[in-house]
T-cell receptor
Framework: DGGITQSPKYLFRKEGQNVTLSCEQN?????MYWYRQDPGQGLRLIYY???????QKGDIAEGYSVSREKKESFPLTVTSAQKNPTAFYLC????????????FGPGTRLLVL | GQNIDQPTEMTATEGAIVQINCTYQ??????LFWYQQHAGEAPTFLSY??LDGLEEKGRFSSFLSRSKGYSYLLLKELQMKDSASYLC??????????WGAGTKLIIKP
């Protein structure tokens, strides 16, 4: 089955700790995205990548970092600089060609201890 | 600035019809998406409109008026499983999606 997987489903972060959220896709999509979803707000773009070894900041990149070493993988690190990390994190991918549909993974809920 | 407006919550009865409205203001426009999101799950694609008019897909239809910056999602023959949030998102001139906060639809028996 083709799709997008995210792990873990739930993640707990201690103060001052960096944590990494995994996102993998086997859809052969070029573009991948990370969004943050908070109650009562629309999805907000953190980072996106349209091709391997290249990525761009979204609207709320501060306190986050990413890498895109492989086409299939786009991990997101939530650093200690992100002061309010509690949220639902969604990874998405698309073909990367114009007005294409984005397909989402199941999400990771990050909670701060 | 760029903005998407949709109602926060709507309630409807099983078997009825409901229309969820969305207005948008974006820098350029390359189409409008509707997604469905059940609580705690990923958004799933419902429809994409780029030309004016109505697109029908089974029980769900989506309408777009580019001149008015307006879209709606029409759900017919409502079922309990349609209880979810419905997200409207517009594609701007840079092909970035601008998301609304979502409309929570509650279906009552």
């Amino acid at each position: 089955d083709g799709g997008i997987t995210q792990s873990p489903k739930y993640l707990f972060r201690k103060e001052g700790q960096n944590v990494t959220l995994s996102c993998e896709q086997n859809l052969n999509h070029d573009a991948m995205y990370w969004y943050r979803q908070d109650p009562g707000q629309g999805l907000r773009l953190i980072y996106y990548s349209q091709i391997v070894n290249d990525f761009q900041k979204g609207d709320i990149a501060e306190g986050y970092s990413v890498s895109r070493e492989k086409k299939e993988s786009f991990p997101l690190t939530v650093t200690s600089a992100q002061k309010n990390p509690t949220a639902f994190y969604l990874c998405a991918s698309s073909t990367g060609q114009g007005a294409e549909t984005q397909y989402f993974g199941p999400g990771t809920r990050l909670l701060v201890l | 600035g760029q903005n998407i407006d949709q109602p926060t919550e709507m309630t409807a009865t099983e078997g009825a019809i409901v229309q969820i409205n969305c207005t948008y203001q974006t820098s350029g426009f390359n189409g409008l998406f509707w997604y469905q999101q059940h609580a705690g799950e990923a958004p799933t694609f419902l429809s994409y409109n780029v030309l004016d008019g109505l697109e029908e897909k089974g029980r769900f239809s989506s309408f777009l008026s580019r001149s008015k910056g307006y879209s709606y999602l029409l759900l017919k023959e409502l079922q309990m499983k349609d209880s979810a949030s419905y997200l409207c998102a517009a594609l701007d001139s840079n092909y970035q999606l601008i998301w609304g906060a979502g409309t929570k639809l509650i279906i009552k028996p």
